[in-house]
């Protein structure tokens, strides 16, 4: 089995920062995509960014230049470095990574359990 675990986030003021970890465990033969999504109170589930191995991150318009993703595909973690937080970036963040875990086997979804950003003053 692959589980993904999430840390790093929390409480900050607007203007702050925060940076989000995620490493997948277990059965991992290839990761192919990591990334993160997040969910506020009352709205749908939305990409934040997105890393495809060997390829650029992809970033919501909404926090491009403001957030970086990076990988350290050794450790099969991914980042997120959240800078310049506004209140509206408040949201579970979900680490999401696609995973082959055997060799010819498929290629499967997965999330973490989600981590609380709050950004306030």
């Known amino acids: 089995q692959v589980q993904l675990v999430e840390s790093g986030g929390g409480l900050v003021q607007p203007g702050g920062s925060l940076r989000l970890s995620c490493a997948a465990s277990?059965?991992?033969?290839?990761?192919?995509?990591m990334g993160w999504y997040r969910q506020a109170p009352g709205k749908q589930r939305e990409l934040v960014a997105t890393?495809?191995?060997?390829?650029?991150?992809n970033y919501a318009d909404s926090v491009k230049g403001r957030f970086t993703l990076s990988r350290d595909n050794a450790k099969n973690t991914v980042y997120l470095q959240m800078n310049s937080l506004k209140s509206e970036d408040t949201a579970v963040y979900y680490c999401?990574?696609?995973?082959?875990?055997?060799?010819?086997?498929?290629?499967?979804?997965?999330w973490g359990q989600g981590t609380q950003v709050t950004v306030s003053s």
């Open positions: 999401n990574a696609l995973i082959r875990t055997r060799v010819a086997g498929p290629v499967t979804n997965y």
């Open positions: 277990g059965s991992v033969l290839n990761v192919y995509v």
């Open positions: 890393n495809v191995s060997g390829g650029n991150a």
